[in-house]
């Protein structure tokens, strides 16, 4: 028998009204909106009534997203459905990170809120946007990025796609240089150059803030972005180093699958991640997570393993 890997969604999946049906259909799920709400006022609103908008700004995505995250991994626990390994796309490492035991739902928010306001900052000084490069290899890209000043390949998400961060005023030329090698930059939804030395000073003073936070040892293996391997030891220094280095994503998954993973359950909006999953490999099993019909099917595929 296989194991199940829960991955937590990143920043771009976020829309108005997500996480509604899991408030009305679990409790436990109802529970953890309505903690978070006591900790930022207005969390649960955001995510169920908020414009996209609201949503896009940093500082309100990153809380919002780890709402959702944590109360479809509660509407999961309340089946009896849990994960045997855990990883998050970006900000998705913090809401894995709490998932795993290593931070409660209070720290584990608290740092996804003081996350998000530190890359919105950068954000802001540093104008930059990031965009998804599809079917070039990952060489390719960085030999495309090396052309620029300022343009970094930031996400390795799965075979022919990369993510790279810029300035904004880079997005044409890049876009064409792109386009010349071969390939196609689809622009994110994202207001920053998330992984990139753009958001070197959040990284820095998120580094201060972690030194300050209780952390324990995850009571499941728990995937670094920055390594693409289980973390071992304190994780303090790859957790702030994260924000400003590349997601290994499909090192992540292939090491999740190589230890035994044959099912992914995305937790949060969107299936960005299953998509990505199935491209780095067609053998594995992989369920979005953020409806009702999501988790009447996980529990009828998926709870019998």
């Known amino acids: 028998m296989g194991k199940i890997a829960f991955v937590f969604a990143g920043q771009g999946a976020q829309y108005p009204g997500m996480g509604r049906e899991l ?25 169920f009534s908020g414009s996209d908008e609201d949503l896009k700004n940093t500082a309100n995505t990153q809380p919002c997203m780890f709402a959702v995250e944590l109360a479809a ?41 003081r996350r998000g306001e530190l890359m919105a900052r950068e954000a802001e000084a540093n104008p930059s946007t990031m965009a998804a490069v599809l079917k070039l290899t990952n060489q390719q890209v960085e030999t495309v990025c090396g052309q620029f000043e300022e343009v970094y390949p930031v996400n390795y998400n799965c075979p022919g796609q990369v993510s790279v961060a810029f300035r904004k005023e880079s997005l044409k030329p890049f876009s064409a240089a792109v386009k010349e090698a071969g390939g196609r930059a689809l622009p994110l939804k994202v207001q920053g ?33 920055c390594t693409g391997e289980v973390y071992a030891g304190d994780p303090r220094g790859l957790l702030a180093r994260q924000i400003s280095s590349p997601v290994r994503w ?44 999501d988790l009447d099917k996980i529990w009828e595929e998926v709870a019998g393993c």
Do not use: W
């Open 23 to 47: 408030a009305q259909c679990s409790q436990g799920a109802k529970a953890v909106f309505a903690k978070l709400d006591a900790l930022r006022p207005g969390t649960s609103d955001q995510c």
């Open 73 to 113: 991994a509660a509407a999961l626990a309340e089946k009896g459905i849990k994960a045997d390994m855990t990883a998050g796309f970006s900000l998705g490492e913090l809401a894995a990170l709490t998932y795993s035991g290593a931070a409660d739902l209070e720290t584990g928010f608290h740092l996804v809120c």
């Open 193 to 225: 150059g998330f992984h990139s030395p753009f958001m070197a000073k959040a990284a820095e003073d998120f580094a201060k803030i972690l030194a300050e936070t209780d952390l324990q040892a995850p009571a499941i293996p728990l995937y670094s972005n």
């Open 250 to 293: 499909e090192t992540i998954v292939r090491n999740m699958i190589a230890a035994g993973a044959d099912t992914f359950i995305e937790l949060g909006p969107g299936r960005t991640l299953c998509g990505l999953i199935e491209k780095i490999d067609k053998t594995v099993r992989t369920f979005p997570m953020e409806t009702r019909a």
